[in-house]
């Protein structure tokens, strides 16, 4: 929908700064060519992002620092003042930029049983990785399963299914309600991407049609329902 004069179109720009405080480049695009695609998307991202769910402010924000520096995303600084303004301080930072840089080199562990398995039958790849895992977690004071949603999260925006499907299975069995593992995967909507956070819900789906995981029975009718259509 283009707009018919200059003053119309600072009409529309001004009221979304106005709104936010701040213009980014796609606001101010939307709102002169696609009011209603803006309309939209602030739904969306109201929903996801402002709207509370079931994670805390800290374990929120916590996971959204972990999606952003593994996509590099330098622009939704926002997340950052959240975090801040959650109790974090730099120390809580630390702790997730060096969750998502263990989650980075993961590919190191999966090294040697890639192709050298034969050489080392006893090398045990998850085994080495979940003792990293585990040092991290008893060296934080963050509780285990906000770790663990954390790197599912950052695996997802990763594609690494692999480890994906560990954090899963390990936020089962530190009985992790299963809304806030969906609330921490669904932030790799935006970053990540929307097909990332499709691969993933994928993942999950079928990790509990293969009972590798034991679900409530609304999450069992969400794997099981028969899904039809394209894919």
């Not at 996801?48 to 994670?55: A, C, E, I, Q």
């Not at 930072?93 to 006893?122: K, M």
């Not at 990785?129 to 977690?137: D, E, L, P, R």
Request: proline share 5%; with cysteine.
């Amino acid at each position: 929908m283009p707009t018919d004069t200059n003053a119309d179109a600072l009409k529309r720009l001004e009221a979304v700064k106005a709104k936010r405080g701040y213009l980014l480049p796609h606001h101010g695009l939307m709102a002169l060519t696609a009011p209603q695609l803006l309309e939209g998307y602030d739904a969306c991202y109201t929903a996801l992002t402002l709207v509370p769910r079931t994670l805390s402010e800290h374990d929120r924000e916590f996971v959204w620092l972990g999606v952003l520096t593994a996509r590099r995303e330098h622009i939704a600084s926002q997340h950052l003042v959240k975090f801040l303004k959650a109790g974090a301080d730099k120390d809580s930072i630390d702790l997730i930029v060096r969750l998502t840089a263990l989650a980075e080199g993961v590919g190191a562990f999966a090294f040697i049983s890639d192709h050298w398995q034969h050489h080392l039958p006893a090398y045990d790849r998850k085994a080495l990785y979940f003792q990293s895992i585990a040092a991290f977690c008893a060296a934080s004071p963050l509780r285990a399963g906000l770790v663990h949603m954390a790197l599912a999260a950052i695996y997802g925006c990763l594609q690494r299914v692999t480890e994906l499907q560990w954090h899963i299975a390990e936020c089962y069995r530190l009985e992790v309600p299963e809304p806030e593992l969906a609330e921490a995967l669904s932030y790799v909507m935006f970053s990540g991407s929307v097909p990332f956070f499709i691969e993933a819900c994928g993942v999950w789906q079928q990790m509990i049609r293969n009972a590798e995981v034991t679900p409530s029975a609304p999450f069992k009718l969400w794997a099981e329902m028969d899904q039809g259509g394209p894919g």
